[in-house]
């Protein structure tokens, strides 16, 4: 990634030993013969010895990086979709040493169909837009020199009490309808978004529920937000209580000092959006939703927000497949339309109305129910 002011980098050490945990099922199925072929003599060269691991069931990575000494390794290398990074993340926080283990580097190769992490890693690093073979490529070549610095991830609570954390973004309505109804695509590689997408669009439907949100910048009229409220906050687990941020014990999970319990209203200073009928509500932290979709031009890895997009019923299918397709080139802002709103924030909520639809969290299906982040 090329150096930006104010973030600090450090540097694999040479020679490095990188734990490849590689879904052979993910995207077109291609991922070890990728690696083999591609990424190995690129990691043999860089002094890079790499213990590949291949997984065998869904949650096999998540037990792996959870219960295993991860000590022998420099990097956590995941060859997969985000799906299998997702999994990653999650089996490291649920170690009781998860604050040490959560600095060691991870490094996505893109293997999966979508691919968003790996992309928007990739225009970071302000190569040209790329995809397959390329992308994998340019993000091996990221790994072989090493550079590596922090990225932000988003804390979730839902109402049934599960705690997740979420490195690429959460969705309900369309856009999520579109990632996991074209599962069944999935041997397309990425062309599986473009066929879901249509299908979606001819049995358009609208979701009931209300959005709210911790503006990341004052809005216009309205008194700055306090930092931090020591407002009570549950941890994810029934009504426990967390202490202030900073006096947790050992081991803890991190405190999610912005948000009031689930079921108390949010905070006064949040905004409620008006509106209660959506077509989608998107919360992405990368600026990529997939290989061929700049959805947060804005977002960098280390900045400290949730670029929230929402789009309001009523729009008609024309207009949304417009933004769908200008989309491919990050420019479905600059057409203005009404119905498709973007706000950076710190904090989100949202409560539907039923148990309506499917919610996602980086591209793997949830039961809908209230969340916040």
């Not at 003599?41 to 219960?67: G, Q, S, Y």
């Not at 490094?107 to 970071?124: F, M, R, V």
Request: charged letters at 20%; one cysteine or more.
């Amino acid at each position: 990634v090329s150096p930006r002011p104010g973030d600090s980098y450090g540097v694999l050490p040479r020679p490095c030993r990188a734990l490849v945990l590689l879904n052979p099922q993910s995207g077109a199925g291609r991922a070890l013969e990728d690696f083999q072929a591609v990424v190995q003599p690129m990691l043999a060269e860089a002094d890079i010895a790499t213990t590949v691991f291949v997984t065998e069931r869904p949650h096999h990575a998540h037990e792996k990086v959870r219960d295993e000494d991860l000590s022998q390794w420099d990097t956590l290398v995941v060859m997969a979709g985000d799906g299998l990074l997702f999994e990653v993340v999650n089996g490291l926080m649920e170690r009781p040493d998860w604050e040490d283990t959560m600095k060691k580097p991870l490094c996505i190769l893109p293997g999966g169909s979508g691919n968003a992490l790996a992309a928007s890693i990739n225009h970071y690093a302000g190569n040209d837009h790329v995809a397959k073979k390329k992308l994998l490529t340019n993000c091996a070549f990221i790994l072989c020199k090493g550079l590596h610095t922090q990225m932000d991830l988003v804390s979730l609570s839902t109402a049934s009490g599960k705690r997740l954390f979420s490195f690429l973004g959460f969705g309900w309505g369309f856009i999520s309808d579109v990632d996991i109804d074209s599962e069944k695509y999935r041997r397309l590689g990425n062309a599986r978004f473009t066929l879901g997408t249509l299908q979606c669009l001819a049995k358009l439907r609208v979701y009931q529920g209300r959005l709210s949100y911790l503006p990341a910048a004052p809005e216009q009229g309205t008194p700055p937000a306090p930092r931090d409220p020591q407002a009570p906050v549950t941890n994810g687990q029934a009504g426990r209580i967390l202490p202030p941020a900073g006096t947790e014990a050992a081991g803890a999970l991190p405190a999610d000092s912005l948000l009031a319990p689930l079921c108390q209203p949010v905070p006064a200073h949040w905004t409620v959006v008006p509106e209660e009928e959506f077509i989608s509500v998107y919360a992405i932290y990368q600026s990529h939703l997939g290989t061929n979709l700049l959805m947060a031009p804005a977002a960098q890895l280390h900045d400290g927000c949730i670029h929230l997009f929402y789009l309001r019923a009523g729009i008609s299918r024309v207009a949304l497949l417009k933004i769908f397709l200008a989309m491919a080139r990050g420019t479905h802002l600059d057409l203005n339309c009404p119905y498709l709103h973007y706000v950076p924030v710190r904090a989100f909520r949202l409560e539907p109305r039923a148990a309506a639809g499917i919610m996602t969290v980086d591209g793997e299906a949830l039961a809908c129910e209230p969340v916040q982040g």
